[in-house]
């Protein structure tokens, strides 16, 4: 079941997430992170247990980004990726968001979901806020894609 995080979703969307930071396949958050953001988190949850999460971040009144986008990998290939991404697009639906992206090593699944790779420099500056805190900074390797939202 898809729904929106709430504080108690922390710990395990902290876990979640930084397992795959440790392999360098994604940014950490931190607590403070996570707190801050929670209401813009959504997790599938599966009899109790949050398998997975991701984010909707606002940049600019026509962009967003989708972030912290993880499901353990136990669960991978089950369609609970797309779920969650189907719940990050329908937000940015309603918030009237023209345009979302992500920056990612795993670009073939945005892909099938209609993403098109783009260069990052064509993506504005604000973006690159949380960037100064990535190990990577500034050689960066991760793979940029947006889509348009009808």
Not at 42 to 59: F, M, N, P, R, S
Not at 85 to 94: F, I, R, T, V
């Amino acid at each position: 079941m898809i729904r929106k995080a709430t504080v108690k979703d922390v710990e395990a969307m902290k876990n979640i997430i930084n397992a795959y930071a440790k392999q360098e396949k994604m940014l950490p958050r931190s607590y403070n992170e996570l707190y801050q953001y929670i209401r813009s988190f959504y997790v599938y949850e599966k009899d109790g247990e949050v398998i997975g999460c991701c984010a909707l971040q606002v940049v600019w009144e026509d962009l967003a980004e989708v972030l912290s986008f993880a499901v353990k990998p136990e669960y991978a290939r089950q369609g609970i990726g797309s779920q969650l991404l189907k719940a990050c697009m329908g937000d940015a639906h309603e918030l009237h968001i023209k345009k979302i992206f992500t920056l990612t090593y795993v670009p073939q699944f945005f892909e099938k979901h209609g993403f098109e790779r783009v260069d990052k420099a064509t993506l504005p500056h604000k973006v690159w806020s949380g960037c100064i805190n990535c190990p990577k900074f500034p050689d960066c390797d991760e793979i940029a894609l947006i889509k348009n939202i009808d």
